[in-house]
Every structure is written in C-alpha cells, then in structure tokens.
C-alpha cells in the first residue's frame, strides 16, 4: 500500500478530478462563506428598508428594540437553516447521492436569491428572514455534502490536499462577498436587493458544470453496487492507469462492510467501536466555532480603528483580512500531504493559543505606546493565519477520514450540526462575554485552543497516505492500547481532554 501511495505521490492529479472539485466547492462550502459575509455590507441600508416599510404599513416609526429583533432575525435565522441543512444533509446523500443532493441543493439557493431581491420592490421584509433561511439549508447542505463528495471522489495520496478545496472555496467565498461588497461594486444603497440575490450566481454556475462529472465511485460500488458506474466514473477521475489501485481499496472497504447497513445519527451515536472518533469530531467542530476566529473579527474594526485607519478605509483592511485568510488556506493546501493533517491542526491551535495571550496584553496597554496598537494589528492577522493553516481546513478533512462508507454520511450529519449549534451558540453569548470580560475574553479561548491542541497531540493519529479502514484500524488499535497501558486512566484523558 505504501508503495503505491508513494508512486501515486508522483503524479499530479488528474485535471479532470480537480474540476469535479471545483464545480462541487461553488456551489457549496463557497456558499457558505460568501453568505456570510455578504449580509455586513448592507445593513444600514437594511435597517432604512426596514423603517421605511414599517411607517408605509402603520403609519408609524419603528422603535428600536424591534428593528434589532428583526435585524438580528434575518442575520441569526442563517444558522437555524444551516442546522436544518446538517440534519438531512447525510440522509439526502445516500438517498440521492453527494453529487444528486449537491445539485438538488440549488433549488434553496436559488429560490433565497428569488425571495431576497424581490424583497424591495413588494416591500415585504419577511421575504428577506425566509431568505436568509433557505440560504442557510444550503450552506448547511453544503457543507456536510461537499467534504463528503470530496473525500470520496480523492485518491489516497491527494486527499488531504483535496479535502482543502472546502476551507479554500469558504475562506474564498467570504473574500469575495468582501469585495462584492464594497461600495465601487455592490455596496451602493440602490444595489443591496441585487447584492444579496447574487448568491443565485455560484448555483446557477454549479448547475452547469457538475452535471459533466460522476457520481462518487465509493457511493456507487458500495451504496448502489453498481460496478460499470463506479469503473467509468474512477477512469474520468483518476485516468485508467490509477483507477485500478483506488477500485481495490473501495472492493475493500465494500467486503468489510458486506451486509452493514448505512447507520443514522443516533446509531452511530451509540456505536462503542468508533467512540474516539466520534469525540474528536464533536469536539474539532465545537473548538472551530469557539476558538476565538469569531472574536478576532469582532474586535478587528476597533483595532484597526486605534492604529489610526480611517473609518471609510477600514472595509478595505477587513478585505485584507479575508485575503489573509485566503492564502492560508491555499498554503494549508500545499503543505498538508508533506506535513500531516496533525502536525499542522495540532500547530495550528498551538499558535492561536499563543496570540490569544499577545492580542490579550496589546489591548490591555493599547494605550501605552503608539506602537501597540499596530502590535495589536499584527496580532489579528497572525490569529487569522494560524487560524488558516490548521483548523480552518483540516477539521472537515478529518471528519471524511475518521469514519469508513457505512458511518461517515450519519458523522457529517452530527457535526454538521455541532458545528451549527456552536455557531448558534457563540452569536448569542459572545456580546455577554465580551461585555463581561472585555478584551480578557481571550483568555477563555486560549484555555479552549490549549486544550484541543493537547487532545490532538495525544489521541489522534496521523492519517496522511492511509485508506480508510487503515485509518479506523489504527485509532481503534492505538486508543484501545492508550486505556489498557493507563490502567483505567482512559477516563481520567477523556475528561481533562474535553
């Protein structure tokens, strides 16, 4: 197996491979990142559309409290439809296939765009609320469908560089909501209906060009038994010289698993055997949400703010931001087969732990030197990359190498919606937070950080260049080998660990 890993590593990937790729990410994880990103530009003009229609309909100003309900509802209301999205996302795709429900998962973003640009003209801010929502149920589709396409359609050798493509297009989708935003381009108050109806653009292109590419070949030999299938989609691939190597590894997997049906959620939940794995993905997806990327961004206006930035230049520093975070990912991409997705998940949370304590003592003395608050400056950007170049991408990645056919649709669905939930979580308590412990709250996510870069360093093993039972074998065998030489300890890791 080695030896044909290590020959594989030779050849670059098939193009034909890397554009199944690109037409999966556009039209999912890109969604996500540029729906989020896309909301901030127009919120004034938002806030104006929203009064303006509430006086045309009561003859009345709206009070404040309840335009920040009901902007903090179109806002919010996208993680209540990327946790619906993460729930039947694993179910669609063994129902209809990664790339069936990919393709299916357009019509939510196409009817979001539909109802939000339709929104001014009918001056029916409700359309808005149940557009973000739909946008959600994509982006939660998405992003639990993706990974899981993308990890299947990879070679052995490459998947961890493939698996980058959903940190790559979602870091590349915020980017470009960023810029699609600015007021030379979209960001004009007679545009936002038309700003925020564009995420019909990715689906519409998605639409085009997935269709020219097939089906998983693991879903297909392993799910549908449909050998001819699975062999021409591994020649389009991979070419006919490799697709014999990656057709035995899946005949592998599919004798292992002979008369296993696929499990649910909660049967994988109750699964002894891949408990370990089922802790490391519940907990990667809560430490990516509550890490402290959330509040670098927060905190980032006032930093840039300090250092002497001017109000009107400072959405162009935050696009440098994006673009920072862009070019981790790209750079995770590159280095990820050479070092290991451990050594860089591992590192990278390390380093945030790190910058936590530098961004925690630069805004305590802001104001002790000129110099500090570019200190403070260099301490986002250097958050943001460590942020990149470990957790942002190789969590995803994980969660496809961690599990094999049987149980990884039901894992995507679990921490899909962990990570939904955290996300949830983090928006509704991270103004008390902040409010409470200022700019100490960091301290709070460099315990989170520390912690999560332990627990990887000590329970997760390397899974570069391995298939996936070779993988499942090895941390079942390694962890099993942990608990029986601590005498018992087992327990005592798993709970310092979380």
Not at 372 to 398: D, E, H, K, Q, R
Request: charged share 15%; net charge neutral.
């Amino acid at each position: 197996m080695n030896l044909r890993s290590g020959d594989s590593k030779k050849k670059l990937p098939k193009r034909s491979l890397l554009l199944a790729a690109c037409a999966a990410c556009i039209g999912g994880t890109f969604q996500y990142g540029y729906n989020i990103s896309i909301i901030n530009a127009p919120t004034m003009y938002v806030h104006n559309f929203i009064n303006q229609t509430w006086r045309d309909r009561y003859q009345t100003n709206i009070s404040e409290d309840v335009l920040t309900l009901l902007w903090s509802t179109i806002v919010s209301i996208f993680t209540l439809g990327g946790l619906i999205g993460a729930t039947i996302g694993g179910t669609l795709s063994v129902k209809l296939g990664r790339k069936g429900t990919l393709l299916a998962n357009n019509i939510s973003a196409l009817t979001a765009a539909l109802l939000m640009g339709l929104s001014y003209p009918t001056g029916y801010f409700e359309l808005l609320i149940i557009g973000r929502l739909l946008t959600g149920v994509n982006a939660g589709i998405g992003i639990c469908v993706q990974p899981l396409y993308l990890g299947e359609i990879a070679p052995t050798a490459f998947r961890g560089a493939m698996g980058m493509g959903t940190s790559i297009f979602i870091t590349g989708g915020i980017l470009t909501g960023q810029v699609i935003g600015l007021k030379e381009i979209l960001g004009r108050e007679e545009y936002w209906p038309i700003l925020l109806s564009t995420t019909c653009i990715p689906a519409f292109l998605q639409l085009l060009i997935l269709p020219w590419f097939p089906e998983s070949p693991r879903y297909l030999l392993i799910d549908k038994g449909d050998n001819e299938a699975c062999k021409k989609a591994l020649k389009q691939l991979h070419g006919v010289v490799s697709c014999d190597d990656e057709r035995e590894d899946i005949e592998k997997e599919k004798n292992n698993l002979a008369g296993v049906q696929t499990k649910k959620p909660w049967e994988l939940l109750m699964d002894r055997s891949v408990r370990w794995q089922l802790l490391t993905i519940i907990l990667l997806n809560i430490a990516q949400q509550l890490n402290g990327i959330n509040a670098i961004y927060f905190y980032a206006g006032y930093v840039f703010k300090r250092s002497g930035i001017p109000d009107d230049k400072i959405p162009y520093v935050t696009v440098g931001t994006g673009a920072c975070e862009c070019i981790t990912a790209l750079t995770c991409g590159v280095l990820i087969e050479c070092l290991g997705r451990k050594v860089l998940i591992s590192g990278g949370y390390a380093l945030m732990s790190i910058f936590c304590i530098l961004f925690t003592l630069t805004l305590t003395f802001q104001d002790a030197s000129p110099v500090v608050p570019y200190l403070s400056m260099a301490c986002v950007f250097a958050f943001i990359l460590s942020f990149g170049l470990g957790p942002g991408g190789v969590t995803n990645i994980l969660t496809a190498e961690l599990f094999t056919q049987d149980s990884r649709p039901a894992a995507y669905m679990i921490a899909g919606s962990v990570n939904w939930l955290s996300f949830f979580f983090i928006g509704l308590v991270f103004p008390f937070i902040v409010i409470g412990l200022q700019q100490y709250c960091f301290l709070v996510f460099l315990a989170i950080c520390s912690l999560v870069a332990i627990y990887i360093f000590l329970v997760v093993p390397e899974t570069k260049n391995k298939t996936f039972l070779e993988i499942q074998t090895e941390f079942q065998s390694s962890n099993s080998r942990k608990v029986y030489n601590a005498d018992g300890a087992g327990t005592i890791l798993l709970s310092t660990s979380i």
